[in-house]
């Protein structure tokens, strides 16, 4: 059984409870983030918990636990699951219980999730995958609430068409984000990213900071009409990695197959990644 750690304990996964008065199952009010291991190191912890603090700052959510006790706590519940080959984390903080059941009173919980890490379809990586695109724009997106229900709603929608993932279009026709990753294309030998209104990936900027040396990186807002000329698109999350993209609602993208700009990031980001696993840096 997995371990989790909740509210200063560590327990079996069927013994994590919390209050049904918790905002968090009351109103969708609270913060998460998700990262994955690298034999057993976890992947930039740091930063994901920085991004927790933010996400917290931004909705309004008084965390009680300093950035530095949150990373103790995970590696540590990380540690105590030793069953796992690799793990996904979940650092999840509730909004706390509420007198009247609306107005956050400083009384969240800690709760870090710690299960194995699942394995996602070979071919998503060597033929590529299919996303959609839908108008939708999420609320606060800077921030990692736990309020995703544009994202299910959204997913839903992507694999009724065969597809992996649904990107964001906004009101002024712009591509933001999918609804658990970023989005990129090749023009020529440039890298494109948006640059806002997105939850900032960490996939995101470590992969943004290893092309640096390989190709120009431009970070600007990318039309969804820019979509019939697009050659090379990959997505990139902390579960999913980097996964080519060769098919957006029924244009296909460049000749339909991973190009080669693509896979220069997947294996540049899966040399990095190992390396991180071996202690490097
Ligand atoms: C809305 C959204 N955008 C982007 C990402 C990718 O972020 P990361 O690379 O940190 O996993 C996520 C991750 O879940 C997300 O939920």
């Known amino acids: 059984m997995d371990i989790y750690y909740l509210d200063g304990k560590f327990v079996t996964e069927d013994n994590a409870m919390i209050s049904a008065r918790d905002l968090i199952v009351l109103r969708g009010f609270g913060v998460f983030d998700f990262l994955i291991t690298y034999n057993k190191r976890p992947f930039h912890l740091k930063d994901h918990v920085q991004r927790l603090e933010n996400s917290a700052a931004e909705i309004g959510l008084t965390l009680t636990h300093t950035g530095a006790?949150?990373?103790?706590?995970?590696?540590?519940?990380?540690?105590?699951?030793?069953?796992?080959?690799?793990?996904?984390?979940r650092i999840v903080y509730t909004g706390g219980v509420s007198s009247d059941g609306l107005i956050p009173e400083g009384n969240g919980k800690l709760m870090v999730m710690v299960t194995p890490k699942r394995k996602l379809p070979?071919?998503?990586?060597?033929?590529?995958?299919?996303?959609?695109?839908?108008?939708?724009?999420?609320?606060?997106?800077?921030?990692?609430?736990?309020?995703?229900?544009?994202?299910?709603?959204?997913?839903?929608?992507?694999?009724?068409?065969?597809?992996?993932?649904?990107?964001?279009?906004?009101?002024?026709q712009r591509i933001l984000e999918?609804?658990?990753?970023?989005?990129?294309?090749?023009?020529?030998?440039?890298?494109?990213?948006?640059?806002?209104?997105?939850?900032?990936g960490i996939t995101r900027s470590v992969i943004l900071d290893l092309m640096k040396d390989h190709f120009e990186i431009e970070l600007r807002d990318i039309a969804k009409d820019e979509i019939k000329s697009m050659k090379e698109v990959f997505i990139s999350a902390s579960n999913k990695e980097v996964v080519p993209v060769i098919r957006?609602?029924?244009?296909?993208?460049?000749?339909?197959?991973?190009?080669?700009?693509?896979?220069?990031?997947?294996?540049?980001?899966?040399?990095?990644?190992?390396?991180?696993?071996?202690?490097?840096?």
Not at 78 to 89: A, Y
């Open 178 to 200: 999918g609804t658990t990753t970023n989005f990129y294309f090749f023009e020529h030998n440039k890298l494109v990213t948006t640059h806002s209104d997105i939850l900032p």
């Open 248 to 281: 957006i609602n029924d244009t296909v993208i460049g000749d339909g197959k991973p190009g080669p700009g693509t896979r220069k990031v997947m294996q540049i980001f899966r040399a990095y990644t190992t390396a991180y696993g071996q202690g490097i840096p």
């Open 69 to 89: 006790e949150i990373c103790d706590i995970v590696e540590e519940t990380v540690r105590r699951n030793t069953h796992h080959n690799e793990s996904n984390i």
């Open 122 to 172: 070979g071919s998503w990586y060597t033929q590529g995958a299919k996303i959609i695109t839908l108008d939708i724009e999420r609320f606060m997106p800077g921030a990692k609430s736990t309020n995703y229900l544009t994202a299910v709603w959204a997913v839903r929608q992507a694999r009724r068409q065969e597809a992996i993932e649904a990107v964001y279009v906004d009101r002024n």
